[in-house]
């Protein structure tokens, strides 16, 4: 095996040249996950140029046997990206396909590579006039092939969809190191089964995604953002149907945030103080955030929320509400939801749950999970915030105050897990909204996931990964 | 094999019931498709009542060996619900499955049956105030399944998206019978592969669509409606452009008619005289139907859409536009657009074409491809319209005037077909944007689609069919 590593290495030094295959100390950056949880050992990284660079990497390794970890921006919050420790697996980092390859403003639509930087994307897009909404927090390092490959969520869902919604088509590399070309563009196609969607979320394990036509909207002429503080999560969902039907399409955010989490705020982020000081808000009010994206103008946009907070406040689903005077204020509200995982690390390490429940059933899945969780754990510090648009909690876990955090977290995580996954299943929910599966949550999918569900999966990866050869035993267990 | 059929038949009464088994004659509704190009004989058409009892016939065919065609409204336009002609396989009718098993209206989704038939699910969410926004010709007749395994489009697709994008989850049965239930009614979900998308679009070859969770949306205010005549249809892109700018989400509709599709209206349907008599259009013009959606008001939809028309009026892309003044007067500029498929059957027989094109590579696509059909066939007419704002033309050929049209199909569609389909390939474009593959455009889709998503279709369809049972030789050929 040795030797077959050794001319594998020699044959990936011709194919993209020595200086793009890495090997050796001092790659940690490509082996040790963001979150660092995950550290792992890489035979090499392979940094290809182009599209049929990868190919070529893929028919190499696939010849010798080597498995593939496909990596971009490497921001990845469940160690999908990054390898095991065996020393036998190939990164294939795609940060040097970074071109725009092709703008066509009439069709809405840019085509990108996939190591494109998600800011950079934005940036080309604004340049020419246009939104590519897309935005979450890693969006300075991340790459548009990662977010597809996970199908990545953010703060602009609610009205623009996942990843997958602004994706128009993919150039894929196979199994078999064949390029796919599904960079149509196209917003209607009917012939066949739908292979982008298919390799979007697959997160690397059915293909490697090199290039992404991405769907392009026009800029809104003004954003105008609010909070609101509301007695409760009830009071919070009817305010999301409020805003809903008064605003339509114009809601662009509808995010929620436990008292805790803006506590840990004020305690942590340096000018960040508390929004209800000084206003008669009770301190077990719930604080929403409403943004409307407008294309007329910011005194239509600001009215449409008015009218939606209006209607809120007269049937008391919302307490108090402070609708943002400028842009410098818009981002001072977005900076204290923004600044909520910060401020968690801040307080020290805790669990993270990033799931979703249909928005009806949230409150109720909030009150019994938060009941289940203090049986467990009497104590524990619920900082529970997120996407409530989307049906998407952020439902997190500190350790009790002064207790020791990381003894907590191997003391409890099971048991925790256990109450809060037990209570998505039993809520009709899912153990992964945004994140992914990857390493972390892969034994739970085995849990959680129906029978039918996880064979379908099983026979898609055989069919399209027969050899195991693409990210293996990251969200599916190694055949 | 004749044995075993009337075996087969035997279990398959003692399942779902005598009556619920139709063999014989008299099944021409079952067995014809609904442009009558397909005519098929059915083992026999079955018409179970839940989905365990689909399930349930699912396991007896696949025991017998005998294929399944699954069935919804069967008003499919490829023949791709029709069976073949053979006498040997069973048609699922699914039209009992009809149940609205949930409404949730605070998560904006409603549970439905397969069998339930697009009208009245339209109906049932406008009961309790909200829209369910898929809306094509045959709505009240073709049913939901059949629209999510065809990926239906309309008209509501340049804001709405297709079926896919109205579809929150799925209930399937699979080719072993068993059930994936997939109703979770989930916004984000990002734990595996979408087996959803998978199954959407797939013309019931990988799975039998039984219940999906649909997603729901605030029902607007007003919608307004206008007509703009166009020099051409680069002045329609341009159009296009200035009023998705200027309209945002608020622009549901935008759709395009070549002069002759409005002629033929105007000769064969009564009541609908040509909309630009007495005004200052030259006859080449091209006409647009616009629609605004708005969730304010009335005045608010119509100055939305008077500024769009007004920047482009300046701009000579539009001649002279006409904005309906009452609900009756929208119904009839939606009337024109509609009536052109009845019309263009009054007028005789004639080639249909469902194509998408980059919209911006619509203008030169519609100018090549008329010059190649001339070519080929001097005096072709061109029927030319539909959902210029999803990139999806109707690009239909009728024979030249006075000439006998079925003759004429039979001499000229093959070479005609070549013209529209190579003119499609060469601007990267797509042969079938909204109807699909079924039987009609297999072949086709065999020399046009790429070696690659073609070999990557197969694998799929032999690891979730292998025995091949569900529509055998519909979107891929038999193995």
Same mark, same amino acid.
């Given at each position: 095996?040795?030797?077959? &590593?050794?001319?594998?290495?020699?044959?990936?030094?011709?194919?993209?040249?020595?200086? $793009?295959?890495?090997?050796?100390?001092?790659?940690?950056?490509?082996?040790?996950?963001?979150?660092?949880?995950?550290?792992?050992?890489?035979?090499? #990284?392979?940094?290809?140029?182009?599209?049929?660079?990868?190919?070529?990497?893929?028919? +190499?390794?696939?010849?010798?046997?080597?498995?593939?970890?496909?990596?971009?921006?490497?921001?990845?919050?469940?160690?999908?990206?990054?390898?095991?420790? @065996?020393?036998?697996?190939?990164?294939?980092?795609?940060?040097?396909?970074?071109? =725009?390859?092709?703008?066509?403003?009439?069709?809405? $639509?840019?085509?990108?590579?996939?190591?494109?930087?998600?800011?950079?994307?934005?940036?080309?897009?604004?340049?020419?006039?246009?939104?590519?909404?897309? *935005?979450?927090?890693?969006?300075?390092?991340?790459?548009?092939?990662?977010?597809?490959?996970?199908?990545?969520?953010?703060?602009?869902?609610?009205?623009?969809?996942?990843?997958?919604?602004?994706?128009?088509?993919?150039?894929?590399?196979?199994?078999?190191?064949?390029?796919?070309?599904?960079?149509?563009?196209?917003?209607?196609?009917?012939?066949?089964?739908? +292979?982008?969607?298919?390799?979007?979320?697959?997160?690397?394990?059915?293909?490697?995604?090199?290039?992404?036509?991405?769907?392009? =909207?026009?800029?809104? =002429?003004?954003?105008?953002?609010?909070l609101?503080?509301?007695?409760?999560?009830?009071?919070?969902?009817?305010?999301?149907?409020?805003?809903?039907?008064?605003?339509?399409?114009?809601?662009?955010?509808?995010?929620?945030m436990?008292?805790?989490?803006l506590?840990?705020v004020?305690?942590?982020v340096?000018?960040l103080? !508390?929004p209800?000081?000084? &206003?008669?808000?009770? !301190?077990?009010?719930?604080t929403?955030l409403?943004?409307? @994206?407008?294309?007329? @103008?910011?005194?239509?946009?600001?009215?449409?929320?008015?009218?939606?907070?209006?209607?809120? +406040?007269? &049937?008391?689903?919302?307490?108090?509400?402070?609708?943002?005077?400028?842009?410098?204020?818009?981002?001072q509200f977005w900076h204290l939801r923004e600044a909520i995982?910060?401020?968690?690390?801040?307080?020290?390490?805790? +669990?993270?749950?990033?799931? $979703?429940?249909?928005? *009806?059933?949230?409150?109720?899945?909030?009150?019994?999970?938060?009941?289940?969780?203090?049986? #467990?754990?009497?104590?524990?510090?619920?900082?529970?915030?997120?996407?409530?648009?989307?049906?998407?909690?952020?439902?997190?876990?500190?350790?009790?105050?002064?207790?020791?955090?990381?003894?907590?977290?191997?003391?409890?995580?099971?048991?925790?897990?256990?109450?809060?996954?037990?209570?998505?299943?039993?809520?009709?929910? *899912?153990?992964?909204?945004?994140?992914?599966?990857?390493?972390?949550?892969?034994?739970?999918?085995?849990?959680?996931?129906?029978?039918?569900?996880?064979?379908?999966?099983? @026979?898609?990866?055989?069919?399209?990964?027969?050899?195991?050869?693409?990210?293996?035993?990251?969200?599916?267990?190694?055949?």
């Amino acid at each position: 095996v040795h030797t077959n &590593h050794d001319e594998l290495l020699t044959h990936l030094r011709t194919t993209v040249g020595e200086a $793009s295959v890495l090997t050796g100390d001092g790659l940690e950056a490509y082996e040790v996950d963001w979150r660092k949880r995950y550290r792992g050992r890489a035979l090499a #990284v392979v940094r290809p140029r182009s599209t049929d660079e990868v190919a070529a990497v893929v028919r +190499l390794c696939r010849r010798h046997g080597v498995a593939i970890v496909p990596q971009g921006g490497h921001t990845g919050l469940v160690g999908g990206g990054t390898p095991d420790d @065996s020393g036998r697996q190939v990164v294939l980092q795609l940060g040097r396909l970074n071109r =725009v390859r092709a703008f066509d403003e009439a069709n809405f $639509s840019m085509t990108v590579e996939a190591g494109c930087v998600l800011q950079s994307v934005q940036e080309a897009a604004a340049a020419r006039g246009l939104w590519f909404p897309l *935005s979450l927090a890693a969006e300075g390092s991340c790459t548009i092939g990662g977010n597809l490959a996970t199908n990545a969520g953010g703060t602009q869902v609610l009205r623009f969809g996942n990843a997958r919604e602004l994706c128009l088509g993919l150039e894929v590399v196979t199994a078999d190191g064949q390029v796919w070309d599904g960079l149509g563009g196209l917003r209607k196609d009917n012939t066949g089964y739908s +292979l982008r969607d298919l390799f979007i979320g697959s997160e690397g394990t059915l293909g490697v995604i090199t290039a992404a036509v991405l769907q392009l =909207v026009p800029r809104p =002429v003004a954003q105008v953002t609010a909070l609101a503080a509301v007695p409760d999560l009830d009071a919070a969902v009817s305010l999301l149907r409020t805003a809903t039907a008064r605003c339509g399409a114009s809601l662009t955010a509808f995010e929620v945030m436990n008292p805790l989490s803006l506590e840990l705020v004020a305690r942590h982020v340096p000018g960040l103080s !508390p929004p209800w000081a000084g &206003h008669a808000v009770p !301190p077990s009010a719930w604080t929403v955030l409403l943004e409307v @994206s407008d294309g007329e @103008s910011e005194a239509h946009a600001q009215a449409l929320l008015e009218s939606a907070l209006g209607e809120a +406040l007269e &049937h008391d689903h919302v307490l108090e509400a402070l609708v943002a005077s400028s842009v410098a204020h818009s981002r001072q509200f977005w900076h204290l939801r923004e600044a909520i995982p910060l401020a968690q690390a801040a307080e020290g390490l805790n +669990l993270k749950h990033d799931i $979703s429940i249909p928005v *009806s059933r949230i409150p109720a899945f909030v009150a019994a999970t938060d009941r289940s969780v203090q049986a #467990v754990s009497p104590g524990a510090r619920m900082v529970t915030f997120g996407h409530l648009g989307d049906g998407n909690l952020h439902y997190n876990v500190q350790a009790p105050a002064g207790v020791e955090p990381s003894g907590y977290l191997q003391a409890f995580e099971p048991a925790i897990n256990a109450c809060v996954y037990d209570a998505v299943q039993a809520h009709g929910g *899912s153990i992964s909204a945004e994140h992914g599966i990857g390493a972390l949550k892969r034994d739970e999918l085995e849990r959680r996931k129906s029978a039918v569900a996880l064979a379908l999966m099983r @026979s898609i990866k055989q069919a399209l990964d027969p050899a195991d050869l693409f990210n293996p035993g990251r969200l599916l267990r190694r055949r």
